[in-house]
């Protein structure tokens, strides 16, 4: 997936508003968000015996990014 398609769809999702700096915070740096987005993706076309992979929550501000529990489920 594209990175500019992943844009559009978080663009798209009911937090995107909150993403940008709503309520007076500081915009989510966005492009991190999709560099986690995209090493799912790498994981899961490199290992095919992984069924899927489960990040949530997912916290993510102006500054950084952190996978608080991620579960992956093998085949």
Known sequence: ???AEL???IDETRIA???KGARGQQP???E???DVIK???YLMQDYDFIQS???NPLVANADSICAVDIKVLLQ
């Open 28 to 30: 989510v740096d966005v």
């Open 32 to 34: 991190r968000v999709i």
């Open 53 to 55: 992979i489960d990040i």
């Open 39 to 41: 090493s799912v993706e």
């Open 7 to 9: 844009h559009t769809m």
């Open 17 to 19: 508003p909150i993403l």
């Open 1 to 3: 997936m594209e990175r």
